[in-house]
């Protein structure tokens, strides 16, 4: 079983940039595919990317498509999430979980970007 970690979250003005990163522990990290998702102040947490198991295939939200880039590193059981040109809708709590998710989340990496 995969146990997930996020970091890298911060305040960062619009137009911005922040990299986040999901440490994993367990052997089958790169057995999965990943994900990372966000939720809102009164949202329900949404799909921001997702990345195959191989990193050969990626998928992103509509709204962050251009703007953030999924990758990993499986010898290092990580996962990053670059994002570039942030809005400050882009403000949100995010997760990484295996794609798709599993019922557990972990506490997440605050982002949140001012105007």
């Known amino acids: 079983q995969v146990q997930l970690v996020e970091s890298g979250g911060g305040l960062v003005q619009a137009g911005g940039s922040l990299r986040l990163s999901c440490a994993a522990s367990?052997?089958?990290?790169?057995?999965?595919?990943m994900g990372w998702f966000r939720q809102a102040p009164g949202k329900e947490r949404e799909f921001v990317a997702s990345?195959?198991?191989?990193?050969?295939?990626?998928y992103y939200a509509d709204s962050v498509k251009g703007r953030f880039t999924i990758s990993r590193d499986n010898a290092k059981n990580t996962l990053y999430l670059q994002m570039n040109s942030l809005k400050p809708e882009d403000t949100a709590v995010y997760y990484c979980?295996?794609?798709?998710?599993?019922?557990?989340w972990g506490q997440g990496t605050q982002v949140t970007v001012s105007s």
């Open positions: 990345i195959s198991w191989s990193g050969g295939n990626t």
């Open positions: 979980n295996t794609a798709p998710p599993r019922p557990d």
């Open positions: 367990g052997r089958t990290f790169s057995s999965y595919a």
